[in-house]
């Protein structure tokens, strides 16, 4: 069965990155899109943009560009999001989900909730 | 980017009662292909968001027949029949039509 296996919660500091991990098992990894989505604390949902692991090419939400670098290692099936200059805004729940065939997340990762705190 | 108003905020029921949330887009959302990529999600308190109706009226697999979307263009209803508890939580619709893909703030589904 399909799973998305998110790496652990993460207490960085300011003005650092921060790099979380999405492991897929289940399927194909690399003929399938992954998508990243952020939830704020007590806010809705975000989405980030998606990567193609077959290939690397990815789309951007254009207000997370400079901020999201997704990235895919086929090796591992282990999809990757690194956040730069953090600051507590970026302060939230961060999902790696994938399409199904149905809608574009059909199925998703835990969540990892990044904290950014001095 | 596609604004998604979502309504009500909160929404108390009771159990074995109905619900009724709206979401409303700021452009249509039928895609050039004639597919409409409107979808639901719940989220249940400290979980992942799972998804329920896809491409406006379609129930995903195990979704029960309590749950039912409609609508076209920019206004779109997901309704649930016959409330039971594992359907409180928040609920989300999402638009796939156009780039970035946009989200409704939420609907949170609660007793009365």
Known sequence: ?118 | DVVMTQTPVSLPVSLGGQASISCRSSQSLVHSNGNTYLHWYLQKPGQSPQLLIYRVSNRFSGVPDRFSGSGSGTDFTLKISRVEPEDLGDYYCLQSTHFPYTFGAGTKLELK
Not at chain 1, 13 to 18: D, E, F, N, R
Not at chain 1, 27 to 39: D, E, K, L, V
Not at chain 1, 93 to 100: L, S
Not at chain 1, 107 to 118: H, I, N
């Open chain 1, 1 to 118: 069965q399909v799973q998305l296996q998110q790496s652990g919660t993460e207490l960085v500091k300011p003005a650092s990155s921060v790099k979380i991990s999405c492991k897929a098992s289940g399927y194909t990894f690399t003929s399938n899109y992954m998508h990243w989505i952020r939830q704020q604390p007590g806010n809705g949902l975000e989405w980030i943009g998606w990567i193609y692991p077959g290939n690397g090419n990815t789309k951007y939400n254009q207000k997370f560009d400079g901020k999201a670098t997704l990235t895919a290692d086929k090796s591992s099936s282990t999809a990757y999001m690194q956040l730069s200059s953090l600051t507590s805004e970026d302060s939230a729940v961060y999902f790696c989900a994938r399409p199904g065939g149905y809608s574009p997340f059909d199925y998703w990762g835990q969540g990892v909730m990044v904290t950014v705190s001095s």
